[in-house]
């Protein structure tokens, strides 16, 4: 069975400083792994997306995820957040197809001044 | 180009009752995907459509069912509701040939 795991259920930076978190997946294939974000009481909207080839994905608003197989991990960055990334970050595995998304929990981040 | 759209934005029933929740996916998309999403909690996957058939399921009760329309719009009926049925719930659309999933904003349901 396919699961993902958020170990960080909040994070809090400063503005301008860098971010990184942590995503790790458990799939019996090749996984097809993305990043959401959701604002609150917002939908989901889509970071980026690894399915195959570079193992660093660049995604909107100046974020980059790395896959790396050895670790089973997908951790996202951004190298200097600003106060409209505060939101809810939500890391999923999917396969071919990825109607059906598994989840992590979530990690919340805040931004302080 | 408007995106996937939901309605009603919020829902309040009582135990026992039924509700219907309604979603329009993506201009171009023809697959829709029902998610749930409990408080604090990462959203789980209900079932998904696809020429107007029920293609894949997640681990939910018979309660929990639904319907896709020519034109690829999408209900979800949920039967008998539980107060645990309290929960954002979320329609995601995408094209057949994978592209990735688009959510809308979703149903805020509660249950009392």
């Known amino acids: 069975a396919q699961s993902v795991t958020q170990p960080d259920i909040h994070i809090t930076v400063s503005e301008g400083a860098s971010l990184e978190l942590r995503c790790n997946y458990s799939y019996g294939a090749t996984p097809y792994l993305f990043w959401y974000v959701q604002s609150p009481g917002q939908g989901l909207q889509l970071l980026l997306k690894?399915?195959?080839?570079?193992?660093l994905v660049q995604g909107i608003k100046g974020f980059e995820a790395e896959f790396k197989r050895s670790q089973s991990s997908f951790n996202l960055r951004k190298p200097s957040v600003h106060w409209s990334d505060a939101a809810e970050y939500f890391c999923a595995v999917g396969n071919f197809g990825n109607e059906k998304l598994t989840f992590g929990t979530g990690t919340r981040l805040t931004i302080i001044p | 180009d408007a995106g996937v759209t939901q309605s009603p934005t919020h829902l309040i029933k009582t135990r026992g009752q039924q509700v219907t929740l309604r979603c329009s996916p993506k201009s171009g998309h023809d697959t829709v995907s029902w998610y749930q999403q409990a408080l604090g909690q990462g959203p789980q996957f209900i079932f998904q459509?696809?020429?107007?058939?029920?293609?894949q399921r997640g681990n939910f009760p018979d309660r929990f069912s639904g319907h896709q329309f020519p034109n690829y719009s999408s209900e979800l009926n949920v039967n008998a509701l539980l107060l645990g049925d309290s929960a954002l719930y979320l329609c995601a659309s995408s094209h057949r040939d994978s592209s990735p999933l688009h959510f809308g904003n979703g149903t805020r349901l509660t249950v009392t």
């Open positions: 459509y696809y020429e107007e058939e029920e293609r």
């Open positions: 690894y399915f195959s080839g570079d193992t």
